[in-house]
């Protein structure tokens, strides 16, 4: 059962299109998960679609109906291009990204306990796949700017509570953690930070601005 | 007088099953002015919102046959083209966006049917209509503004947690007024 969910806020930005990409991956990956996230984001939608109606409408070109009715017979109906199977449950949405499934990611190690699997960075906004054994710690740091976490398998705990499959955590600015893999199986996460992460303790102060966080 | 939801959708439910051209050209009528106001209001120069706008309702036309007038209104489902579009051409990204299929099983927490939404547009209209100024901003500046809410934040000269609690207030009240109990 999910319990940690985005904001309204956060769901918001993207149900209005104002998400970065990064940002609406880690989204879009949490409502593959979560039924009742895709039911708010639907009203959302809805309020959307509301606003749309209510627009004082913008003239159209001379003729542009007319240019566009010439083309009805010119264009085929849209159809979903073939979905590949996954074999492990990865969402749709995120094998995209990943080029495959999650059991077919080639990890780079972080030491012994964590590895990891860079993604794509916009700006100053990084994706990226975690993945630690269990009772591995990321070690306690702050963040510079936001930092999402979506857990796809296993399990973490930090002193904010415990995150399951499809759990979202948000942390921002001077909210100090230390997540730690639960007992069990690997944990793995999809991680969409903004700004770097303020590591407290060697080695992991040393060690995080050479794996790029 | 505009067209309201259930004409909207009975014409675009017969787009998708007959192909119907004269039902196509009033959608076109009524939409297309609309999508393009929406995208000069997002930004994009005249000429650009003029395109787009035409190919949102080319769209429309070849995608009719996924419309489910059970999970979405014709203005909602095509708010969702127009959004996405507007992404692709004038932030050279994609949208990351879940497909139905991809639905995971076994979180049937907190799960609630989608509700028949294209009935209740005229209803959410009027209350958005109702909204406290400071509520209606914030919400139109969630669609409109192509920013996130800290900056939106900043540029209203308010705190993050006021726009929040803003969208909180107002979300609550739609939903109230739609008859959703939580």
């Known amino acids: ?213 | 007088m505009i067209p309201q939801a259930p004409e909207l959708n009975a014409l675009l439910l017969r787009v998708a099953s007959a192909r119907d051209r004269a039902a196509f050209a009033a959608l076109f009528s009524h939409f297309a002015p609309r999508v393009k106001a929406y995208l000069i209001r997002l930004g994009a120069p005249a000429a650009l919102a003029e395109d787009l706008a035409q190919e949102a309702l080319l769209s429309l036309w070849r995608k009719a046959h996924l419309f489910d007038p059970a999970k979405a209104s014709a203005a909602t489902w095509l708010f969702t083209i127009a959004r996405n579009l507007r992404i692709d051409a004038m932030r050279r990204e994609k949208r990351p966006e879940w497909e139905a299929e991809d639905f995971i099983p076994g979180d049937m927490g907190g799960a609630e049917d989608l509700l028949a939404l294209a009935d209740e547009e005229m209803r959410l209209r009027a209350a958005l209509k109702e909204l406290p100024p400071d509520q209606v901003q914030v919400i139109e500046l969630s669609f409109f503004a192509d920013k996130p809410h800290s900056q939106i934040a900043g540029e209203l000269g308010i705190p993050l947690g006021t726009v929040k609690s803003r969208l909180r207030l107002a979300m609550a009240r739609l939903k109230r007024a739609l008859g959703d109990a939580e």
């Open chain 1, 1 to 213: 059962m999910i319990r940690h969910h985005p904001d309204e806020a956060l769901l918001l930005a993207y149900a209005g299109g104002a998400s970065d990409e990064a940002t609406a991956l880690i989204l879009a990956t949490h409502l593959a998960y979560c039924q009742a996230c895709r039911a708010r984001m639907a009203k959302l939608e809805a309020i959307g679609g509301g606003l749309l109606q209510d627009l004082a409408p913008a003239q159209m070109s001379q003729g542009a109906l007319d240019a566009v009715m010439a083309k009805l017979d010119t264009v085929l109906p849209f159809e979903r291009p073939p979905r590949p199977v996954s074999r492990d449950g990865t969402p749709d949405v995120l094998r995209r990204y990943i080029g495959g499934d999650l059991e077919q990611v080639r990890w780079r190690s972080m030491g012994s306990r964590l590895s990891y699997l860079p993604l794509f960075r916009r700006g100053s906004v990084t994706a990226r796949l975690l993945r630690g054994v269990p009772g591995a710690e990321t070690g306690m740091h702050r963040h510079g700017g936001q930092e999402y976490t979506l857990v796809l398998k296993g399990g973490f705990t930090d002193a904010t509570g415990s995150y399951g499959p499809g759990d979202l955590q948000v942390m921002e600015g001077e909210l100090r953690h230390n997540p730690v893999a639960d007992p069990g199986e690997d944990c793995i996460n999809l991680a969409v930070t903004s700004g770097r992460l303020k590591f407290e303790t060697l080695p992991h102060k040393i060690l995080a601005p050479l794996f790029g966080f």
